[in-house]
């Protein structure tokens, strides 16, 4: 039994007659009248007395219609409930961040999606990237803003800025003696083998960017010297502006956390350029996410390109 069938039984109480009912769904009398005969006999009660005068509702009949009339009204509730999300005239979207990157990335972003889309409630969770990945794994997030590497295999992502990581020099450091500039380009360069035997500065184990480090330290054959570990990257800039080592920063952090003329930035060279890459991350495909989630991830996509590179 399902929606037609309930509306062909109701038509059929309403009209009196299986004509007239049939006349006001334009379908045959013999089709209607099948579907009232299954119908009966999946409840096992007859719902009307053929009469010659007519059809007479039997007790089964007004429990039926009372019912139905609910269920009915529920299919139209449903329906203009669907019609309002798929319009995006409300919803909840809940999002996930990476500690630090929700106040960098979301403000432009959620602006720009709360201008097009002003009823939909919007949830943010703060938190590691790993506990993110485990959070939209189980479904307890609609969509995440991440550091990449992915750890869970089966989580899907879309990078969305690739953020290149700088030399940081303190500005009293030797090392600012080896500096070069290439035809064109603004902005020093710094030959990673000069670093070798330097004193650095790097997150602790934990974090994500500390792969990156560990990118460069693998480039440097152990010829280094770990000074200080951090859990975050603002103490890092703060760190090498003290002069109490060498790091790699990225460069939206050098913008930011901004120690004036104390660090001089370099780029490195690009076959050995690293970069800090941000991700969207999801579950399942992209196209069974809700129409919210799909939106926010198109203007992430799009936004991207809003944070530029150069410090």
């Known amino acids: 039994m399902n929606k037609a069938d309930l509306e062909k039984?109701?038509?059929?109480?309403?009209?009196?007659s299986m004509a007239k009912a049939a006349q006001k769904l334009y379908i045959s009398q013999p089709a209607l009248s099948k579907c009232l005969t299954k119908v009966e006999e999946e409840l096992g009660e007859v719902l009307f007395i053929r009469r010659p005068s007519g059809l007479t509702p039997t007790y089964a009949s007004e429990c039926f219609l009372k019912k139905a009339y609910q269920i009915l009204r529920l299919y139209d509730e449903l329906a203009i409930e669907f019609c309002e999300l798929n319009k995006m005239r409300r919803g909840v979207l809940n999002v996930?961040?990476?500690?630090?990157?929700?106040?960098?990335?979301?403000?432009k972003v959620l602006g720009i999606f709360h201008s097009r889309y002003p009823n939909i409630t919007i949830n943010i969770v703060e938190g590691n990237s790993y506990s993110l990945e485990e959070d939209v794994a189980r479904g307890a997030l609609d969509m995440a803003i991440i550091l990449l590497p992915v750890k869970n295999p089966n989580i899907q992502y879309r990078i969305f800025h690739r953020d290149p990581y700088y030399i940081a020099v303190p500005q009293e450091h030797p090392l600012n003696q080896k500096a070069y500039y290439k035809e064109g380009d603004p902005m020093p360069y710094l030959d990673i083998k000069e670093l070798r035997g330097a004193t650095v500065i790097v997150t602790t184990p934990r974090k994500k960017s500390r792969q990156i480090f560990n990118l460069l330290l693998d480039q440097l054959c152990g010829e280094y010297k770990i000074a200080l570990e951090t859990n975050n990257l603002e103490t890092v800039v703060r760190f090498v502006a003290h002069n109490l080592g060498?790091?790699?920063?990225?460069?939206?952090?050098?913008?930011?956390?901004?120690?004036?003329?104390?660090?001089?930035y370099y780029q490195m060279e690009p076959e050995v350029r690293l970069f800090h890459e941000w991700a969207v991350i999801y579950n399942d495909q992209l196209e069974n996410l809700t129409r919210p989630s799909r939106e926010l991830f198109h203007i992430l996509c799009d936004e991207g390109a809003l944070f530029h590179e150069n410090p």
């Open 9 to 16: 039984v109701v038509a059929i109480a309403e009209e009196g």
């Open 96 to 107: 996930g961040a990476a500690e630090r990157m929700g106040a960098l990335v979301l403000p």
């Open 246 to 264: 060498i790091s790699v920063i990225p460069s939206i952090f050098a913008r930011i956390y901004s120690e004036g003329e104390r660090i001089n």
